[in-house]
């Protein structure tokens, strides 16, 4: 049940004194005796104390009912063509920081087969990724303190998630790769219209990521994704769900009967460690 986990003792660490720390029946133990339970679900969890986060069950379960329909397949295949030029030799795992309900790292780890870490500081989003897999190492951790060894990864995945590039260094091995996602400025264009939001915000966000990207990684490059997605009124209510956007917020009565399709519009970011 938790092999994955167990195989990357080596690289993990204690997200508390920062020393190194094993599994000893059923717990993960440091140097200093600060003990986290294996969730019998199959993954550790290193934020015990959590308050509910932002995102909580439903709008991740909104997420997975979105990437069963297939509407992010192009960017999974996308990065599975990318991720194979990260230094991958053994020892050095991918990591997924930030990776919600799993989608991503699953599809990656059964395309790759690499030693794969799953990381995301909800623990409702890990619950239901150890239920996709059991072969990726899943941990509820915060990214602002990876509980990982210095240099011990080849690679680090950032989806459409914050980022935090002085851990993403340290983490990363000396040639290792980063690619992080940002939505496009057309990115869920037609629901944003909706909710009569501009999509100048979103391009503004997108220039600054970018920046930051360039200043925290070497040879940088960044392609676009673009296409449509199209969706019935049942699909297109759970790509309102899913997002931060739609958090708390109605749409008029009927104002989803008419869409056909949402646009998909997202920059991967790909660089090395400087
Ligand atoms: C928009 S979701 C993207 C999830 C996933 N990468 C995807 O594309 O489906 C942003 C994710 O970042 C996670 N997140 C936010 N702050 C975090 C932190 N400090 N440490 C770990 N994960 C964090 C959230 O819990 C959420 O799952
Ligand atoms: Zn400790």
Redesign the pocket.
Known sequence: MHEALLSSARILRCPLCHRDAAFHSGSFLCENRHCFDLASAGYLNLVPQQKS???GKSA?QS?AFVFAAGAYLPLAERLAQILPSAPFSPGFCLL??????G??ASFLQSALRVPLIG????RD?IRLAAKRSQAVAWLV????NLPLQNQSVAAVLN????ANYGEFARVLRPDGLLVKVVPGENYLAELRLLLGGSLRAESVAGVEAEALFRQNAADCSIEELDYRFPVSKELAAQFFAM??MGFGRELPPGALLGLRSIRIHLKILTGRRP
Do not use: H, N, V, W
Request: aromatic content about 14%.
């Open positions: 986060g932002k995102y991740f997420r997924d920081a930030g990776c919600g309900e989608y991503y990381l995301d500081i909800e989003a951790a915060d990214l602002s989806l459409l998630s914050p997002t931060p």
